[in-house]
């Protein structure tokens, strides 16, 4: 049995502590400019009490330090299997604000790997979290990649 099977982990080996000028990017790269998270004045007033990250620019934080330096290609790599397409996330949730100068990093477990119709391609499902540096979890949610045998 390899190391692709459903409860296994997939270690992430980086973190990211998201300051200013990451906020700063993040939000003008993607036009997520509604107040909360562009207006310090306007975020003073929230719950927050400062601007906070904008959800889908988490999504993307979270999923680039699972897929760090092929952290997941390498993972697959040990059984013999390569990414083969990015096919899709299921089930997101927000469970906590991300703020400026919160260190993020990921987790990921292995749902299940089964076969499609295609018996060269196989669809691999995972289960990806990330935490903040006081352990709250910010995020949560299912991808699903398209994988095939190597070689």
Known sequence: MGNVTAGAKIPCRVGRTLDVGDFSLLHQLTWF?????????YARGTWFKERSLAGPLIFAVADGLLHHADTVAAFLAQDGYEIYAY????????????????????????????????????????????????DQQVIEYRTTLMVARTG
């Open 87 to 134: 096919v899709g996330v299921d089930a997101l949730k927000l469970t906590a604000p991300v703020l400026f100068g919160r260190t993020l990093r990921a987790e990921a477990e292995v749902v299940e790997l089964r076969p499609t119709k295609n018996l060269d391609r196989f669809l691999f499902v995972y289960q990806n979290r990330a935490h903040n540096q006081r």
């Open 33 to 41: 400019n509604m107040a909360i998270h562009s207006d310090a004045e």
